[in-house]
C-alpha cells in the first residue's frame, strides 16, 4: 500500500486534526503518502484530493474544526455516485481511506470498502452517540465548552435571582448534557435518555423557588420538545416566579482548540487505523471500549444497541436534588 486518502465527514469536532495528524504521521513513518479529500464524500465524488505535507498534518493538530473541510452527501447512497468516487481515487492511485465522522458516515466507508476500498472509520463527533466507543472524539473539547458556558451562566442567574434554561446539542443523544449537569450540579436536566415533561419541569422549577433557592439551571437537550427553549422560559417564568432566561448554546459546542484527552483518543485512534490498512483490512470501525483500543465490523458498530446510561442519569438526579 503506497497512498491513503483521509476524509472527515458529518459535523467537525475538536480533535479532527489531531486525528489527521496522526494518520499522516503514521502512514510516514511505514512508507506511505497521505491524500487529503475536502469536504467529504464530495470531495471523492469531485476528485478534490491533495497530497498532505506532514509538517503541515502535525501543525494543525491543536486547531478546532478540520482543516480539510466537511460536508454532508446524502447522495452518496446511490452506486452510481460510489461509483465515481472509486475510479477517482483508482485514478489517483489510492488504495484505502480513513473516514473520520459520525455514524452517518460509516455506510459509505462500508460501501466503499465493498466496492475494493478499504475504508477505516474513526469516531469523530461531538455528541458521543457511537455505541461501540467510550468516548468520541470531540466529545470532552465539547463538554468543556458546554461546562464553562455553564458557569459563566451561573454567575448572572446567582447575581439576579433568576432561572436559566440551557439547550445543548448532541443529536439524539443526551451525554453532553447529562455529564454537564454532573459537572456543574445544574439542579434539572431533561435529556432524550430521561425526558421531563414540560409540567415535571415546572413544578421543579418551583419548588426549588419555593424552598428558597437563589438561582436554577435547566438543562434540556436539542430537538426534543415541540415548544423552543425560549417558550419554555416564558412558562418557567410564569409558573416559578423567576425571572427567566433561555441560552441556546448552538455550535459554540463544536468550535474550539481541541482538548489534551480529544487530542490523545485521535492520536490513538488514527495510528490504529493505520496499522489495520497495512494489515489489509478495512470495513472496520476503531474505537475505545473499556479503555483498550477495538476495530469492529462497521455493521455490527451500527447495530449496537444504545450505552445504557440509567445509573449515570440517577445519580446525578440524586446528587442534584440536594442543594
Ligand atoms: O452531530 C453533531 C451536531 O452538532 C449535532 O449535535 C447537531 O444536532 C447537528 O450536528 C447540527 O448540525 P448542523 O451543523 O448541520 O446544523
Redesign the pocket.
Known sequence: IKKIGILTS??D?PGMNAAIAAVVREAKIKGIETYAVYDGYKGLVENNMEKIDPEFAISIMNCGGTAIGSA?LPEFKEEKVRQVAVDNLKKEGIEALVVIG?DGSYMGAQRLTEMGINCIGLPG???NDIVSSDYTIGFDTALNTVVESIDKIRDTMQSHNRAAVVEI???GCGDLPLYAAAATGADIFSIPESKLTKEEILSQVKKLHDEGKRSVIVLVS??MYDFTSEQLAKDIEAASGYVTRATVLG?V??GGTPSAMDRVLATACGVFAVEQLVAGKGGLFVGLENGKLVARDIEATLNMPRKDKSQEIKVVRDINEIF
Open positions: 458529518g459535523g469536532a454532508r459520525g463527533t461531538i455528541d446539542m448532541g443529536n436539542e430537538k455550535h459546542q463544536r
